[in-house]
């Protein structure tokens, strides 16, 4: 496919909705690590507790076939398809 995700970390609550339904799991919620914190703004490293240190990571973009199940399993509209030309995946 020649789509790719776009993740926008500011509107993501990290809720994992995504992940539930990705076929491809390429949607993964982690931890934050403690390296990641110490490089926070500190707006971050409150909308980072607030969502209980975790994150949505796209582990393999490359893996993604652009089905686009993961767009109304977001209610925060954080996701976004591409064209592969853009090689950005998360907007920090
Ligand atoms: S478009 Fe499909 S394959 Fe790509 S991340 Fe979303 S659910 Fe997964
Ligand atoms: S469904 Fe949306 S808000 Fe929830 S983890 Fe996925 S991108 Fe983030």
């Known amino acids: 496919m020649n789509k ?3 993740v926008n970390q500011d509107k993501c609550s990290a809720c994992g909705d995504c992940q539930k339904v990705c076929p491809q799991k390429i949607l993964k919620i ?3 690590s403690s390296d990641e914190k110490r490089n926070m703004s500190f707006f971050q490293r409150i909308d980072c507790f607030y969502h ?3 994150k949505l990571e796209v582990i393999d973009p490359e ?3 652009g089905c686009g199940l993961c767009l109304p399993a977001c209610c925060h509209k954080a996701i976004t398809l591409e064209d592969k030309s853009f090689q950005c995946v ?3």
């Open 4 to 6: 790719t995700i776009i």
């Open 52 to 54: 209980k240190n975790n």
């Open 63 to 65: 893996n993604c076939i």
């Open 90 to 92: 998360t907007i920090e």
């Open 30 to 32: 982690r931890k934050v």
